[in-house]
């Protein structure tokens, strides 16, 4: 029988009766703790499924085989091992010591000074001149122009030689799989029969262990990777989804080196990532960091809960480095007297059309206020297709279409009197900046309850009759915010 999931606080309790009911911390395989990792994907499937996003994974694909001869194959073949095995050894000989290894992604950067600049971790790094202290290590693509360039480590190219030579000897090798998982078959059954079809999120006992193995041949990598480059931190924008995070996540909490995850978005109590861990081993999950670094108080608290009843997680309360970094450094940023109001857009499974409703538009057409646009770092979206459907709509006078790239985030916020959402994390990041946020959607409502106060953030139904009319009071009940806190530090990550 099918259970009805409609809210996130029904995949909340959902979880945690999970947890009561099983013993999900012992679950291991292969030395690996498997709970984070299932429990992740029950969410985010969840999560697409109560948002009716259909996105279909099967492209039925024909790959065209081409006729080669057999010796130039394996003699192209020998030029590929031979080649992975040269450039494999001389990055691992070109490393050198370092303090802290940053992993993070092509989507965390901004335009900074005509370089792409990490907007969380070169934030830090700038100010705290520790340029020579660290790796930035990219794990999807790069760009051509970054900011402390030769501190660059381009992780998939490296990852991809060495798991071409570790397939050589794989055949050689005979996986002897050791697994714990008391209960699980129950409650495969279980979720499957009172939930979904759970070929979708593919977490038998079968795939879990075909994934653990997966992990286990990548930490020859990381190994040698550490302990040639001896970090005293790790630290990830988003600890997991990437199996390659993973793999770097579980060695480094084996060597006793700190992991860390560094909050980049909402972390509030209902994002079941972070929150409402109830059955957690003493010394954490392997697959989980170590600490935990936050923007504001509400979301250390979060972690802080579950945490505390661990020997050794931490949640401490960092803040957010780049809006730190960039109100210090742009105090004097040259604001126009035309009111503007920011909105942030989401990513999947919202189209425009679900985003900028004709009460939105209708609202536009009626005030004398300039919007901004804001398109997601991951967005499906392209600025064209914005900028069209501004036009389409004849609210482009009015209206600009940005993406998350070429303008900074902390300067369109400091440039609005008011910035609204459906839930996107921006609405922490104006909170601290004391910019006013206004949320229109009963997921951000449910998301960010514990923000909502009539002062700093503000809720208004955007389905209700008399949308158009409250935010228009409270427009006028706002006006032009003059006190943006600028009296922000950034934080030292050596400290």
Request: aromatic fraction near 14%; charge should be positive.
């Amino acid at each position: 029988m099918q259970k009805s999931i409609s809210t996130q606080e029904d995949i909340k309790q959902l979880i945690i009766d999970i947890e009561q009911k099983w013993p999900v911390d012992l679950w291991n395989i292969n030395g690996i703790d498997i709970w984070p990792y299932v429990r992740i994907k029950i969410y985010i499937d969840f999560l697409v499924q109560m948002n009716k996003s259909n996105v279909s994974t099967d492209s039925n694909k024909q790959t065209e085989k081409k006729k080669s001869n057999f010796i130039v194959r394996i003699f192209l073949m020998i030029l590929k091992i031979t080649g992975a095995f040269v450039r494999l050894i001389a990055f691992f000989l070109r490393l050198r010591n370092k303090k802290i290894l940053f992993f993070g992604s092509h989507i965390h950067r901004v335009l900074n000074d005509d370089a792409y600049f990490n907007r969380f971790y070169d934030s830090m790094i700038e100010h705290h001149k520790l340029e020579d202290e660290v790796y930035m290590v990219e794990y999807q693509k790069t760009y051509d122009k970054m900011y402390n360039a030769n501190a660059v480590i381009e992780l998939k190219k490296h990852l991809n030689d060495f798991t071409l030579l570790s397939k050589l000897f794989s055949g050689f090798r005979k996986n002897k799989n050791t697994v714990h998982l008391e209960g699980y078959e129950e409650f495969h059954l279980w979720l499957s029969s009172h939930f979904f079809e759970l070929k979708r999120v593919r977490i038998s006992e079968k795939e879990l262990i075909n994934w653990t193995n997966k992990i286990k041949s990548l930490k020859p990598f990381y190994r040698l990777f550490y302990k040639i480059v001896k970090p005293s931190k790790i630290v990830f924008l988003g600890y997991y989804g990437l199996d390659d995070l993973t793999a770097a996540l579980l060695v480094g909490n084996d060597l006793k080196i700190t992991t860390i995850d560094f909050q980049h978005g909402p972390q509030t109590n209902i994002h079941m990532a972070y929150t409402s861990w109830t059955k957690v081993p003493k010394e954490g999950f392997n697959i989980m960091p170590v600490e935990f670094w936050n923007w504001d108080s509400r979301s250390k608290s979060n972690i802080e809960e579950w945490a505390s009843t661990t020997q050794n997680v931490k949640s401490i309360l960092v803040g957010q480095p780049f809006v730190s970094y960039y109100l210090n450094k742009y105090k004097t940023i040259e604001k126009s007297d035309e009111k503007q109001i920011f909105y942030s857009l989401q990513t999947t499974p919202f189209s425009i059309e679900d985003m900028i409703t004709p009460k939105i538009i209708s609202l536009i057409k009626k005030t004398e206020l300039k919007w901004i646009f804001r398109l997601h770092p991951r967005t499906n979206i392209s600025l064209q297709e914005l900028n069209d459907f501004l036009i389409l709509n004849n609210i482009n006078d009015k209206a600009v279409a940005q993406d998350a790239f070429q303008t900074p985030l902390p300067e369109s916020l400091v440039r609005s009197f008011l910035h609204v959402t459906n839930y996107s994390g921006c609405l922490i990041e104006a909170y601290l900046m004391g910019i006013p946020s206004l949320l229109i959607h009963n997921m951000g409502k449910e998301m960010f309850n514990l923000y909502i106060d009539d002062k700093k953030v503000f809720f208004i139904d955007q389905k209700e009759s008399n949308f158009e009319s409250d935010f228009s009071i409270l427009i006028e009940n706002i006006g032009r915010n003059s006190t943006v806190n600028t009296a922000l530090e950034v934080y030292n990550p050596l400290a």
